[in-house]
């Protein structure tokens, strides 16, 4: 028997990194603030720290939509696995070449096209799909925001959120080195 709510606990579990990086960064406000010494500067460190954190948790928390779709979705070794009630199938990071959000499907699917081979719907509501995004993150020159935006109001059709090419194949100088 639990003592608090099921929506509570869905509701913690949904913004749990936000939560923590507003803890952190409450500590390292504290610490700031009337302390001195070491606990200065490790407050110095904690606040951007967990306002970072926040940033990702409110980013995570839009994303997570707590209803259990259709499907598990698994991703090992930069290969995203997809099982699911109809379809499955498997797709290679290194592979993709396109990348799409599709809402005509109910509900919104991802599309990944890997090269040579049919692409792979993943309904945006899979159990694990709310890890996709961080697969993605590998990819060159993804834009997490854009898809972030996408998810939380979908466009009328499907659209392309990320596409390998010869400038997203390989990084150029000036993206390692930062502007002076």
């Not at 696995?81 to 991802?110: C, M, Q």
């Not at 854009?146 to 010869?166: D, E, I």
């Amino acid at each position: 028997m639990s003592f608090v709510r099921t929506e509570a606990l869905n509701m913690i579990q949904r913004w749990r990194e936000t939560l923590t990086g507003a803890v952190i960064a409450g500590i390292g406000f504290w610490w700031i603030a009337g302390a001195g010494g070491i606990l200065f500067w490790l407050g110095l460190v904690l606040v951007p720290t967990g306002l970072s954190l926040v940033g990702l948790g409110i980013q995570r928390a839009r994303l997570r939509t707590g209803s259990v779709g259709p499907g598990i979705v698994q991703i090992d070794e930069g290969r995203v696995i997809y099982f699911g009630p109809l379809t499955g199938g498997g797709a290679d990071l290194a592979t993709l070449t396109r990348v799409e959000i599709d809402p005509t499907g109910r509900p919104v699917h991802w599309v990944l096209h890997p090269a040579g081979e049919t692409p792979l719907f993943i309904p945006v509501n899979a159990t694990g799909a709310e890890h996709l995004l961080d697969a993605f993150a590998m990819l060159p020159r993804f834009h997490t925001a854009r898809a972030v935006a996408l998810m939380t109001k979908p466009p009328a059709t499907r659209k392309t959120l990320w596409q390998r090419g010869p400038a997203s194949d390989r990084l150029r100088q000036d993206d390692i080195t930062p502007a002076v």
